[in-house]
């Protein structure tokens, strides 16, 4: 069978490449500790797995609108709108089967050969696979540890040209934990503004947050028109196999959006968002409680890679990753992450996982238990001290 050209400018995403690896060692009885999915490990709060389970037993099992029921998105509009301090419509709401779907079809709908994407390195893998696939040029904007992973807007300025139809911004950022200060987004939105460029931002991990504010670039002058958010439930919710995400958008270009989908996938499972509905109605108490483990965690695992020689880690400010340098372990990233998946047992991702700026660097997911992250730590630095 002969593939279309295109698929060679595909790629995927490592997690579940090294997840596989891992799941290999077990099943020939080697002890693995899974620091390599961005997964939360608690369960789906109980109130919204039973809005799920009672939507599909009361007959929940049709189609739906391709942009969503109404109630999920008028929940969307309201929740959002509220922890941003903006006013949302529903109108301007797509929900999809999880947060995937927005890169994939923003990207497809805007960008195009000749185009320019400029999008954070190291930055979510999915990006650049995406504005490969579509024929449009990647532009990484480097993150930096000097600038504790944030972007650094002056450079960003230096990457715009007559050809830049779109920028993607992460915050809080996976793989690095970084969040951008309010003085980063203004930068960013006045340049978006000045060049009439549209923004992708990638808030999914907006609830997890450890130090400062969220700040959405949606809330700067001139960006309500130009600003496509992605959101979702996965991370907040612990709701990864339910796939649920969502785009908020400019109500002219939602329904582009909506026709992409009905072409692909055709609507989001009903019974998936009358559970995202409860998610967003419901108590606050299990996400707070998550992100109060997570915050303890962080601790753990920070601290914990800082006194291992030949390592040091800047603290994350949000998400549930740590980046820590193993620049001076004596091999490249990747061959660093299969030693210690091999030797030690501990599964991570290369740096290099999320792009070439990621060389020097691994991420490590912390949704783990904090005996877990302990036991890795001990692996990791018994590992180090094999190597000469």
Known sequence: MKLAERMSRLGTETAFEVLAKARALEARGKSV???????????????V????ANSLRSGDTHYSPSSGI????????RYAGRKRG??????????????????????LALAQE??????????????????????????????????????DVDELASKITPRTRLLIINSPQNPTGSVLERSDVAGIAELAVRHDLTVLSDEIYSEILYEGEHVSIAGFPGMAERTIILDGFSKTYAMTGWRLGYGIMPSGFAPQITRLVTNSVSCTATFVQKAGTAALE???DDVLAMVA??????????DGLNAIPRLRCAMPAGAFYAFPYVGDAGMDCRAFADYLLNEAGVATLSGTSFGAFGEGYLRLSYANSIAN???ALDRIESAIKKLR
């Open 70 to 77: 109404p109630e999920l998105r008028q929940s969307i509009a």
């Open 33 to 47: 500790i899974h620091l390599e999915i961005g997964e939360p490990d608690f369960d789906t709060p109980a109130h």
């Open 86 to 107: 903006l006013t949302f419509s529903p109108e301007q709401v797509v929900a999809t089967p999880g947060g995937k779907p927005i890169m994939f079809f923003v990207i």
């Open 282 to 284: 419901g108590p606050p």
């Open 114 to 151: 000749g185009d320019e994407v400029i999008y954070p390195n190291p930055g979510f893998p999915i990006y650049e696979s995406m504005i490969n696939f579509v024929g449009a040029t990647p532009v990484p904007i480097p993150l930096r540890e000097d600038k504790r992973f944030r972007l």
């Open 293 to 302: 483990e997570f915050r303890r965690r962080r601790q753990v695992i920070v």
């Open 373 to 375: 992250l302990q036991a």
């Open 49 to 52: 797995v039973e809005a799920g």
